[in-house]
């Protein structure tokens, strides 16, 4: 008798997993449809493909309890043409003050239609290096979730999000995902009493004197526009040592400090799962910077290179969100209508820490989860039409990008 209650036991629990694995996709799919829950008129502009991004430097200076960003870019780029004006995408609602080059200024306009044409003093020549500077200011559109204020536990907070047409709502830029910025430096002004959160490692945070200070980050791996990110609230701090000599590098981690026992406590499973993946497939992309997370009021997480934005802290959320930095940050589809690539990857990898943890029956009752959930409903391909591809909700279908690309 206790054996037979043993296996229906272990069967009810099987159905539950079951159950809760394509939910759990589901929960991801919805937090990771970022900038739009409708179709967005946005594809990757053409005004945009005659130069080549290189480098940018981002000063930006937010206040947690103001919905505003002033912000100062300076782009290198190359010619990929012989080139007399210069587009970046930037949202309507940000006001450019000045652009200049070598000190030069120089005259631009914003078109209306979310662009900023800059006109050049001569023509570029094909393959000539050269670096443009903008500053600009303002409240970003209010129908983006692009760029985010919150507070947790009376405390203001602010967050970026630009997956997938979210970045020119905060700072110009070019929204290609064939273009990627080849090395960045992030500075954040903001008051003292917070902590700053970007891509890359901490180079120095510098008191201000006058109740501000400025933390400085750099990036120097490849990365498109959507994955670089800026968080600041009242963190704490606390961090993991991760990898394996000589690709040993810290997973820092930033957590409200009500809550950091609890989440110390959760994120204790992510060297483990670190270990599996580095096993499976190569040492961690950015072993020479940092891992980490950064806390803020999404329902799910998003996979920002080097430190993941975190609004839960499951297993499997964990597990997802670290897979992206293999598969969507160092490896980045082309298009948008190959998101299944950057997803079921790692849907599926958070599949295989089940196998790992939890054994085999836990694995074969999670991918029948995933296979019920695909043929609860006829049709749909893995690989999106040009009209889906414009539709966030079609990109983060949990259905078809997650569970059927897993």
Request: glycine share 8%; net charge negative; charged share 15%.
């Amino acid at each position: 008798m206790k054996k037979i209650y043993l296996l229906l036991a272990l069967s009810l629990s099987g159905i539950g997993f079951a159950q809760s694995s394509s939910s759990q996709n589901h929960q991801i799919a919805e937090a990771e449809r970022k900038s739009a829950v409708k179709k967005i008129n946005f594809r990757n502009n053409p005004n945009t493909e005659n130069y080549d991004v290189t480098y940018h430097r981002l000063r930006f200076e937010v206040n947690p309890s103001n919905y505003y960003v002033k912000g100062n870019v300076t782009t290198y780029y190359r010619a990929k043409t012989n080139m007399s004006t210069v587009t970046f995408d930037l949202a309507d609602e940000l006001t450019v003050s000045s652009v200049k080059q070598r000190n030069t200024s120089l005259s631009f306009t914003q078109n209306g239609t979310n662009e900023l044409v800059i006109n050049l003093p001569a023509v570029q020549n094909t393959n000539v290096l050269d670096s443009l500077t903008i500053v600009y200011e303002g409240a970003p559109p209010a129908q983006s979730d692009g760029f985010n204020t919150y507070t947790h536990a009376g405390n203001p907070g602010l967050y970026t999000l630009s997956e997938p047409f979210g970045a020119r709502d905060w700072w110009p830029c070019k929204q290609d995902l064939n273009d990627k910025i080849e090395n960045l430096d992030v500075f954040i002004k903001t008051g003292s009493q917070y902590v700053s959160v970007a891509n890359g490692v901490q180079i120095s945070s510098v008191n201000n004197g006058d109740g501000t200070k400025t933390t400085h980050f750099r990036h120097g791996y490849p990365i498109p526009a959507y994955l670089v990110a800026i968080a600041v609230t009242n963190y704490t701090i606390f961090t993991q040592q991760a990898g394996t000599a000589p690709h040993t590098f810290p997973i820092v981690n930033y957590i409200y400090p009500e809550s950091q026992a609890v989440v110390q406590n959760d994120l204790a499973v992510t060297v483990p799962i670190m270990n599996l993946f580095e096993q499976l497939f190569e040492t961690y992309p950015f072993a020479n910077e940092k891992y980490g997370h950064a806390q803020c009021s999404l329902p799910g997480g998003m996979e920002h290179t080097t430190v993941s934005f975190m609004g839960s802290f499951g297993r499997d959320l964990i597990a997802h969100e670290l897979a992206h930095q293999w598969f969507g940050d160092k490896i980045t589809c082309g298009s948008w209508k190959d998101i299944w690539l950057n997803e079921g990857f790692a849907s599926y990898l958070a599949g295989l820490v089940i196998e790992d943890m939890d054994g085999a029956t836990n694995f074969n009752s999670w991918k029948s989860g995933l296979i019920n959930n695909i043929t609860s409903q006829p049709g749909g391909a893995v690989y999106l039409t040009d009209s889906e591809a414009l539709d966030a909700g079609r990109i983060f279908s949990s259905r078809l990008s997650y569970d059927k690309g897993a």
